[in-house]
């Protein structure tokens, strides 16, 4: 599939529909979008879908579909017709193309970037950097269709018709920005090739790309490019009025567009504040919509940086460790919440005993934690019904004997729990894998202060833990997330920042 594919097919289906009535058009619009999500069955993207509000634009020969900083979807029919026309010609599934190509514009609104353009793409700051504003605008277009593809392709990873036209690889961002006739940063093209999408945000990428093309002119063959590429080329259009809404790529919100459905309540108040909100129902939604024990995909945490998430610290620990106790135990799901406990998933077949091995990092502070930690442990294997024991290891300069926890009335040996000098995590290492077997599960609570992080040891260790146990880490981190950079970028590993939790700012 290729440019000239699309850009046929929506103007030949922009013939078909020039003279029709736009309120039809409306009311076949609004059946085709309830009958998409009345049929998804991925949760997270059927809350995703169900939040747009969606507006029907009269049609044009080349629009396709964008989002606007007014907080709504515009959809061009022909384009709209056109998606279903080439998937049907090529064999593939029109619905999850057309919910991809929603999904899209819904993920550049969660992720606010209508209103982050706007502040990062100011006068002052391409003053600043001595940069042309048409090459940020695009250089900035760029990155964050970058960042939504991936995040779309988490969710709808066999939609490919729509993605292949667009921004999707670390490759295509830099043949675009080399089309533009600006340099790719080296370091930022090696960190795309070996770090998760997930690790940035598209100011990460797109000031990267600032800082090394100081002073760059576009050269006028490449005043015509637009991140959306092979869909059209809109940056040709005048500036729009200031008492005009753009998209998220510069298009124009046309006057005359009609409301399809009316999506996130309350919208009309205030567009950013009420996609800030959605956003962080969005991370409790695809947590729910994973299958309890599945890791996060890159669109969570995509999701969970973007708007640092503000979820209570026990609960944020309690949903973790059932996250990750599940994982060989049991099987359940969260499409079915527990009736008893709602901070778990409802069990669908119970497992085999479970044995969690806890890390813990008596240096400092952390003993405060260990009982929430615990305990929680402790309820979720009271929930499995099948018995669990925990397995504590207390380390800080060196490693301690192992404390064994069964009951709640186990809990009072954490009182006696010696610790409080340096902190080195290798000996603990060294005693959990002594004794450790496939399906037990590790978690590392510490502040992340820690001596010997930067070790080959270190990392040999903890790689080799996931591979006896089976099952990924789970990294409790206590202190500045930036501590944890080592162990973030380790296989296996999942850390989890208290920092990023509302309790970290006085909630």
Known sequence: MNKPTITRLIKENFEMLRERDLGGLSKK?????????????????????????????????????????????????????????????????????????????????????????????????????????????QWANACMDYMVNNFCSDVLPRADLIKSLTISSSHDLEQFIRRSGADFPSHLKEDLETKHYCRFSWKDLFLAIVEGNKGFVLPPEAKRLNSKTDFLDNQHQTPA???????????????????????????????????????????????????????PGGHLLLLEQACSVTIPWDTLVRRELANTLNSTRVISSWSRPSRKLDEYPGVLHEGD?????????????????????????????????????????????????????????????????????GTVINPALD??????????????????????????????KMVRIHKVSGNNVLWLNFGSPSDAKVVENLPGVKVVHRQNSANAYGH
Not at 383 to 405: F, M, N, Q, R
Not at 407 to 421: F, K, N, T, V
Not at 447 to 454: A, G, W
């Open 29 to 137: 619009l609004a059946q085709s979008i309830s009958w998409l999500i009345a049929t998804t069955t991925d949760g997270f993207l059927r809350w995703a879908l169900y939040q747009a509000p969606v507006c029907v634009m009269p049609p044009e020969p080349e629009t396709t579909i964008f989002a606007a900083e007014d907080g709504k979807v515009y959809v061009n029919p022909p384009f709209w017709n056109a998606v279903v026309d080439l998937a049907q010609e090529l064999h593939r599934d029109w619905a999850d193309e057309l919910r991809f190509a929603l999904l899209h514009e819904v993920a550049h609104l969660l992720l606010r970037h209508p209103w982050e353009f706007r502040g990062l793409v100011s006068e002052t700051f391409l003053t600043a950097y001595d940069i042309e504003p048409q090459a940020a605008r």
């Open 241 to 295: 009025p200031i008492t005009r809404a753009k998209g998220v790529h510069g298009e124009l919100v046309p006057e005359d567009a009609l409301i399809v459905r009316p999506g996130l309540d309350q919208l009309e108040d205030n567009p950013e504040e009420s996609w800030s909100r959605a956003m962080k129902i969005a991370v409790v939604e695809a947590r729910q919509s994973k299958k309890a024990g599945d890791q």
């Open 353 to 421: 005993p479970a044995t969690m091995w806890l890390l813990a990092d008596t240096s400092g502070s952390m003993r405060d934690q260990l009982e929430l930690i615990t305990g929680t442990a402790l309820s979720y294997f009271q929930w499995l019904a099948c018995p669990g024991e925990i397995k504590i290891i207390p380390w800080d300069a060196s490693a301690y004997a192992e404390i064994t926890v069964k009951s709640q009335a186990d809990l009072r040996q954490l009182r006696e729990i010696p610790g409080g000098g």
């Open 431 to 460: 005693q959990v894998l002594q004794k450790l077997e496939q399906g037990q599960l590790v978690v590392v609570c510490t502040d992340s202060c820690i001596d010997d992080l930067e070790t080959p040891g270190f990392k040999q």
